[in-house]
């Protein structure tokens, strides 16, 4: 009953999204996959707490779906990258630790305030800030040991002054993996000294190092907390990750053609057909979020699974529109007012992605409002 609430509270999107019937790409959400998801991460960081990273709207998933989710799977720590995610978070987990990690903007003190956030800082005039508009709220410490991203130096985190850190309420030090997605990468052991030599503020002070793929690359990287993010939602972060597909984005099948060798298909007459096809033409395009380096470019177009297959996209992707060449298929398997998977069980978001060149992160968080959304379960949100 993890998605209990999900018919009950619309979240405010398009009006539209109560009809998913009349969608052109409907996106299903399974929430029982993302728990199983985390649940899987916490037994593999063992000793350590398993946080969920959501920010971009839980990876545009939908933040308040999956916050209650897991919520109730048992995560009580969560990380957002701004403040008004943070606020939501916050509406829908009462008791949770929230971090954000873009760190603490003055100018909204009174939101921290009132929804208990705790900003991730990472320079010395925002701890200072921090120290005197919190009052010793807890809040947690960004180093950057070989980023350069966010965060203090590691010699600038020594030589802070003395009591700065208890003022400014350090209940975490952090850090962040820039090549975690890559196990042999130098920088991994590299980055992982540098942060097993930070001193801590306090030793009360917690530690965390790991992102999803830093889960992946021992014990040793786990330390007291781990922040999984994409693992959580079915991006692959590792050969051995596991992660089940959370979203599934489907488009409708509007029409099904026939056309000539010799002839083109699309904006630019970027593809010519080398026999004669039956081409299907689906609902949904870069408007949706479905990226338009998918079609035909430098790289060859990505796939869509219609009709029981793996099938090429046949030219360029328009921005509400998609051609798929399903001449293979039989002709009952693929009929207008069905629906083709572009991403899903059948149809890996990192395969999709890596023909865009992209990522599935990028995939996620860009699917537009447009799409209808849906529970596994029949709800909408
Ligand atoms: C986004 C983010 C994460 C989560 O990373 P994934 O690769 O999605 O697991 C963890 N830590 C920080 C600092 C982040 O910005």
């Known amino acids: 009953m ?3 609430t999900s018919e009950q509270e619309p979240t405010g999107r398009d009006a539209e999204d109560a009809f998913p019937a009349a969608a052109g790409l409907r996106l299903t959400i399974d929430l029982s996959a993302l728990v199983r998801n985390w649940r899987r991460l916490a037994g593999l960081a063992a000793a350590a707490e398993c946080a969920a990273v959501v920010k971009a709207d839980a990876y545009g998933i939908g933040l308040a779906a999956a916050v209650p989710a897991l919520r109730e799977a048992g995560c009580r720590t969560f ?13 829908l987990a009462p008791d949770a630790a929230i971090y954000v990690l873009n760190g603490f903007f003055p100018e909204a003190a009174a939101l921290y305030r009132a929804a208990a956030l705790r900003p991730v800082l990472g320079h010395r005039g925002e701890i200072e800030s921090w120290a005197s508009a919190a009052g010793g709220a807890p809040a ?3 180093v950057d040991t070989g980023m350069n991203r966010l965060g203090l130096r590691p010699d600038e985190a020594a030589a ?5 850190a208890e003022r400014a309420g350090i209940a975490l030090v952090m850090s962040h993996l820039a090549c975690a997605d890559e196990p042999g990468h130098e920088l991994n052991a590299v980055q992982l000294a540098r942060f097993s030599a930070l001193p801590l503020p306090h030793p009360a002070a917690h530690r965390s190092l ?3 793929a830093g889960i992946h690359l021992g014990t040793a990287y786990r330390f007291d907390l781990v922040r999984p993010g994409i693992a959580l939602y079915g ?4 050969p051995d990750a596991l992660s089940e597909p959370v979203a599934t984005a489907e488009a409708r099948i509007l029409q099904v053609r026939n056309a000539s060798a010799g002839e083109t298909v699309g904006y630019g007459a970027a593809e010519r057909l080398a026999r ?5 033409i689906l609902s949904a395009g870069y408007a949706d979020g479905y990226p338009r380096s998918a079609g035909k470019g430098e790289r060859p177009a990505a796939q869509v699974f219609v009709g029981g297959k793996r099938l090429p996209i046949l030219g360029r992707v328009s921005m509400d529109l998609i051609a798929v060449d399903v001449t293979d298929l039989p002709e009952s398997n693929v009929e207008p007012g069905g629906w083709a998977e572009l991403f899903g069980p059948c149809m890996p ?3 999709v992605a890596a023909d865009a060149g992209t990522i599935a992160y990028e995939l996620l968080t860009g699917l537009s409002r447009r799409a209808a959304r849906r529970h596994a379960d029949g709800g909408t949100s």
């Open 2 to 4: 993890v998605n209990a």
């Open 79 to 91: 990380f957002v990258a701004l403040p008004e995610e943070g606020a939501k978070a916050r509406a």
């Open 140 to 142: 947690a410490l960004h």
């Open 160 to 164: 802070l002054p003395p009591g700065l």
């Open 210 to 212: 790991a992102n999803s």
């Open 235 to 238: 991006g692959a972060s590792h």
């Open 276 to 280: 004669d096809s039956r081409i299907a």
């Open 349 to 351: 978001i990192d395969d």
